[in-house]
């Protein structure tokens, strides 16, 4: 007996069928005639084509549905959305980040998706990548959007220059103790010629304060709480590496050479990795050495893993007049594994089954094989940089801060204390 073995585009049309077939029913009753439905997105180059892949699926799902998507550059999006708010002329559907939901879904320019979510029975625990749709729920329950992507932020490390030095690789249960003693063991020679037991890298300082348990703002962000001990012990961490260890770059030898070409060149055993980044370390790496990624370590008192995640989604505008349509929209590419697998060619999806399925196990030709379950893992015990977006001030204020710090000008309990202080007035001034 012989068994048939679907290829991926085989099975992307099998599910393309059952979706219209099943999709069509609610289509055909509600969007009976013609439906425009606007979205507003940002992207790069290869997720400018990812997005349009995305909107084409959904049209072969809805006929009824035309969707109209303008897609902008990362960096104009927030203004020209602004903007849009400002003349009445939002899309229905629009793209967010969980970096900046909270201040903008107070204000109520999103629709609850709940009511939506109950009608259509939809069973989110079951079908999203654990953790990936944390940041779309507010501390009172509304959920004012869904995701479709994240990027998980994991350790890379050099296998060979781990078995120069007699160490076993690191395992996903090993903790920050054993991230010092790893670098130490791992760093060797002096000035120019100096190979580190980790990089360093622009994630630190906001990884820093969460490592034993800290974070910056309570669950609703209505409070400034960085001067609490764990974020003290957990800048204090890095501190460490860098100045009584020297095993992480200073600041001084960080100007010397980039983090990454440090890593590329075998002058850095360990380096912290997001996903998006993925593509760039495979080319650059390619066959000068073995290397893999494991998740980041957890904190030896509690066993609890702790790393940065970043989501992207799409939200409703609360004022939208085709609110079902936008709603379908939605739902679809966060939620179906069609929408998913296009995903999958450019970040980390949002449903678990393509996540570890499609995401974890296809290597591009050349590429390393590495353990990319990793990255899915992650998103169980990572938490979400609460300085972005919105909170822009108050992350320019914590890096002055930090390199004040780095620069010995302050320590790191004063320095949290100064900024808890600055940062609860510029949290007041935000919510006026």
Known sequence: MCVTVLTRIQKLVVLSITLVLVAGVFAAGAFAAQTKLSVLAWG????????????????????????????????????????????????????????????RARRGVFSDLNPYI?????????????????????????????????????????????????????????????????????SSGTGINKIYGISDHWGVASLAPH???GRI?????????????????????????????????????????????????????????????????????????????????????????????WTTGYAMNSKSNSKDAAWEFIKFVSTSMEASEIVSEVALPSVLEVAETTFVQE???????????AFVDSFAFGTINPMGGYYAKVNDEYNRIWDAINLDRIDPATGMRNFSEKASVILEELKK
């Open 44 to 103: 790069s180059t290869a997720e400018i084509n990812n997005r349009k892949a995305q909107v084409a699926a959904f049209e072969k799902v809805y006929p009824q549905i035309k969707v109209d998507i303008q897609i902008l550059p990362t960096d104009e999006y927030d203004r020209k959305l602004d903007a849009m708010w400002a003349a009445g002329t939002a899309a229905d559907v629009i793209m967010m980040s969980d970096d900046w939901h909270g201040n």
């Open 118 to 186: 109950e009608r259509d029975n939809l069973d989110l625990e079951s079908i999203l990548t654990p953790g990936i749709a944390r940041g779309y729920r507010l501390p009172d329950g509304m959920r004012h959007g869904l995701p479709i992507s994240g990027s998980s932020m994991v350790m890379a490390y050099n296998k060979n220059l781990f078995e120069k030095a007699g160490l076993a690789c690191p395992s996903p249960e090993w903790t920050w103790d054993d991230l010092l003693e790893y670098a130490i063991k791992l």
């Open 211 to 213: 490592i034993f348990g």
């Open 217 to 309: 703002f309570n669950e609703d962000e209505t409070e400034v709480l960085a001067d609490d001990p764990r974020v003290v012990r957990g800048i204090e961490f890095f501190m460490d590496l860098m100045k009584k260890y020297e095993v992480m770059p200073d600041v001084s030898a960080s100007q010397g050479m980039p983090s990454v070409q440090r890593f590329f060149s075998q002058r850095a055993a360990m380096m912290m990795l997001p996903t998006w980044d993925v593509p760039s370390f495979q080319e650059s790496i390619a066959d000068r050495f073995d290397w893999d990624v494991v998740v980041m370590p957890a904190d030896p008192d509690t066993g609890k893993h702790m790393t940065l995640l």
């Open 363 to 373: 290597t591009r030709v050349g590429w390393t094989p590495i353990d990319m379950q």
